[in-house]
């Protein structure tokens, strides 16, 4: 299981925060702290107005996140994974010499830092991670791939059977989904992979990452494309009954890398040991204070609380809203564009506020219809 | 701004996470770090099979969560309270002299200490409340005193501006709501608590703590009747966008005392706190690296999530639960059950399977009809 | 029970149509054919536009509508009620005198077709439904009074319980509450009404006559001010088994006059009909080719469905519309203007087109806030 | 457009009821009046208990269904279809030979009351329907044949295309769809019988008769395995922009059939009626004294609701159900036993009340996992 790549609601920053939500995952039950290295490639340090380029480099903010992860990961038996993801170079078009210009700066860093593995992650186009594993497999390392796609396949149109195919022949060791879908979402697109790879006689393992976040109504760019993306998503987070049901489904499925990515915390991981917990020989250290299925609610005040200290109680709970105006699902804004569009390219200054309301426009046009 | 009181997410534990819970909601914006001592007392500890009596005492516990919320406070302008909340003493019938000893445990650690002041919260019977007000106004410190009420008023059937008159007489210097409902429903008690207070002539200040989870289905007792109790209420977190919302009315309303009970993240008192910047006369530290009302969208890749980049687009978001086959509202198990009640008072045994399947059989017959 | 006053669906017209309805009310266990007199007042049928007034009178429409009523009911045991409501007049702040001449251009009409008593109805002001009683008691038929309020009272901010007392003592023989709210706050209005009543000691019987539409969102002036009305309602409209629920709960309140308003269908009035069909001492007319809770399924081809031929599979069904983009609840658009507003009195041309622009511009500005 | 097929909800009977009913639809401006001979052969008759065959012969219901439908046709410009529909005899495994001597009987009737055309619709499984188009293009009239598939196809999992391109070769002049699904559903799997008669090279017309029921949640069996059926589908109920919608976009597919099934009242037809007005040179009769797009709200009292008259009001409608302990999607009960399976098999007796304990099981299992 890896470690939740986002960062975005805890506030403090620094080595001490970092180390502390790895420790967080590690008790959790992660097997693997992968690096806080997600989108640090160069030219993304210095897209649209990022100011970070100014203070930060590719090269110091990858190697920070290799030394952090290791030291947690040494607390316990972690296993420290650095991580690969799209490139505005591949988005804007500028073909592959570039694009793997990029990747190499990263692996290097990699490479001195003696991560155990590589995690090319968080690809929308077949094509780029075919380049991204190119360069990792030269490190000799062992290296696991995953696309951000649902069942429908990458955005170039590739199936996401075809995209498993693909990773596997470039060399990946295994190969999977992460991010953008929510748990069930990513186990139906992991169900044709298998399918395809089966097909294709390939032997790889597979990897599921997914959100933790129900996103039924999304579709080609995933959770992205919702309007409640990224600051209005709470409604969709799951429950840790909701990671139960993941764990045992993509064990089921033959998933053996059983991780996520947006949204989880590390309740939710560790949930997923705890339902594996017969599996993997043990509990995580976390469950130490914690019974499992909501035991503890054995000690509650109220008599109709303890009621509900019970599998059968929140296995068949369908928690509501509180929002009665709100609906269940939403329309997506737009999906589908893909690497070469121009709205995509890469580009130094912000957005001003005049092209952001003229961007605005398309939405009032099309909700007032 | 109080910061959260739970932990339930949080999976590590030690004195380490402690400090860095109480910092990050300093960084968010906290002027008080409210040591952690909810239902600290020696009661409780012993209630129901909880074993925590036999390792750690009220005294312990108390002392040692000043001296953390202390040690943090100092890092930034904060000020610390103690707090003190409903005893099993009381709900089990017991009596004031018994319920004000355990009350007076607590209290001692709290002046030892030297606490800024102390905060009474917590109650569901105004009697009882009335009893730890009593208890925490010789000790010469501030009070503040908050029930977890309603609109509708304490368990007893006492309305909430008979509530709060009887808190500010009994010498409380600060009165209001905290926990059990979401912020627009405390609003609504606190409003009938200021039309109260006014018409007694009473003059105290104002405190609001509610939940940070959407409860328009709840009643007597709150969220804790509510199906989702304790772990299914994810669908229902408040966005950042609800807190600037809440922030601003009960700013409007008179409230000066503005925080969060369970579920409040430091983004949420974030939220608060830069949603009345003006007021306060800065920001937050946190906000340092980020942009108000979603500006750091401005940098995202996608041109239609660049779209959103504005507060007309996150105000009158109404975020969907992505649960089709969840309703939006649920029927609260049962409420009102009162002090005195057989099925509240003490136990020192945990209560066994047999009692939980006992239990769970109303609910069976509730929804068969 | 009283037959369905809208004719929204029925896109037939004419004698044979508005008999044809009156019987499958009949046959569904009505006891009363009420005229279709609704808002036939002459100042009615000039208002905004309404070119009936060049073809009808009020005097041709009412006397039409009560014969039709007459021929239906003695096919059967049926009571004929001719009805008054509201008027332009009274809204237009034209005073008692002029608003009850319209009302005795109806009851002249009434009486001369001997019908068996009065339904006065669909009030919003106490003081206008005084009027109208004033006014129906002269001819010595027994009167019914009933005012489209829910549990908070009438729109000059008189409570329900007021409101009952006041048409009470103003001579009606049966009061309560028809049209703008769901059965359930229909009765909620009406347990007010009961217990002031009998604080006041005033002995007269109850009237219900809801909406088939659930509206737990609507205010002041009901299903009226809800952005659905009149033209998007449909999954709003109640099952025969709320109606089960409504008859019950409404007879053992005390209501012995049982019925409906917009968007009963006879179905509807059958299932009221049904489940009071031991008090009747009978089963409706159309039962007879019909079982009684769902006990035809018996024969359905499909096992699972013959599955839900049981009382207890429908009375616990929560039914799901099928539309996951909606939300459950709505906001009013507004509510609470009262007689005498100048946006209510009468006019005789139509509104134009930009007039409508210029109404429509509120919402939008509220919808983008 | 076809009229409604369903009589569920009006509660007279006879012939009065059943010409007023085509009527009604021939106002709204249906072109067909079908008759009602819908599920009228012997072997249903005399299925699971129907006393019907007692007292009525496929025959007598057959004929005097023509003959009505003639004779409110001649009222108008209006075609007469005879209908035929899937058999027990079929389901039971009865083979070819007995089921087209059902088909026969019923097509002998509707050859000698010379109606325009067959309908031959309502079939889950394409061997069938083959069958009764065989039987049915030997009368020498016009065959239009429809099955109620979804977008996935037949129960046997013959695709829609395929099931399209079977019907033509089988003899059918018009193919498509009817019942089960939702307007939208009913249209995405036109689309692909579209896409595979344009394949192979067959030119036929279109017919959609879809629901007038939303069933997102619908999947093989649609709507008769949603857990409303039959008696709680209301909130399901589509409004009248839903149909205008409809109307659109299967002419805009090349839909020249375009028609309704269960849950369709003559208003709905009138919507699509109106919609198709420029098309088909000329609006429906019931038209006359109703404005398109709302615009007879210009004449409402309150000044909110005048600003609803207008189309784009309308049309961006998201209407609520007032319903908030209510789901918007629902979990099917149980799908796909198709043909030859031992439940389904034709049997005298009527279901006994232990036979629906025992079949009520299975879900109080399903749900309380």
Chains 1, 2, 3, 4 share one sequence.
Not at 63 to 73: F, G, I, P
Not at 175 to 201: Q, S, Y
Not at 335 to 351: E, F, H, N, R, Y
Request: charged share 25%; aromatic share 8%.
């Amino acid at each position: 299981m890896a470690p939740k790549k986002g960062l975005l609601q805890r506030l403090d920053e620094g080595p001490v925060i970092v180390r502390q939500l790895h420790r967080e995952f590690l008790r959790a039950g992660s097997d693997v702290m992968q690096a806080f290295t997600f989108y640090a490639s160069d030219d993304k340090l210095s897209n649209r107005g990022n100011e970070s380029s100014k203070k930060y480099t590719c090269r110091g903010i990858n190697d920070a996140a290799c030394r952090l992860a290791r030291e947690v990961a040494e607390e316990g038996d972690g296993l420290v994974a650095g991580g690969l993801s799209q490139t505005p170079t591949y988005l804007s078009g500028l073909g592959k010499e570039n694009t793997q210009k990029e990747f190499k700066k990263q692996v290097d860093v990699f490479v001195e830092n003696k991560v155990d593995f590589l995690i090319v992650e968080y690809f929308e186009h077949v094509e780029e991670i075919e380049w991204a594993i190119e360069v990792s497999v030269k490190t000799g390392m062992p290296v696991v791939a995953s696309m951000c796609i649902g069942p429908k396949g990458d955005l170039h149109g590739v199936p996401a059977g075809e995209c498993a195919v693909r990773m596997a022949k470039a060399g990946a060791h295994v190969v999977g989904i992460n991010c953008h879908f929510d748990p069930f979402m990513t186990l139906e697109g992991l169900r044709l992979m298998k399918a395809a790879l089966d097909a294709a006689g390939v032997k790889v393992h597979l990897i599921a990452q997914p959100l933790a976040l129900h996103t039924p109504d999304a579709h080609k760019q995933g959770f992205i494309d919702l309007p409640e993306f990224p600051f209005g998503l709470e409604p969709r987070i799951c429950t840790r009954w909701d990671m139960h049901k993941y764990a045992r489904e993509a064990y089921d499925l033959g998933v053996r890398y059983i991780g996520g990515c947006c949204g989880f915390e590390a309740y939710h991981i560790r949930a997923v040991a705890e339902e594996l917990a017969t599996e993997r020989g043990r509990k995580p250290k976390a469950s130490e204070k914690h019974d499992m299925w909501a035991g503890g609610l054995k000690m509650h005040t109220k008599p109709w609380v303890r009621a509900r200290a019970s599998k059968e109680y929140w296995q068949s709970l369908k928690p509501s809203s509180g929002r009665p105006f709100c609906s269940s699902m939403s329309q997506p804004d737009k999906w589908g564009v893909t690497a070469g569009d121009s709205t995509l390219k890469q580009k130094t200054a912000i957005t001003t506020d005049e092209e952001i309301a003229e961007l605005a426009k398309p939405r009032r046009v099309m909700n007032g219809k």
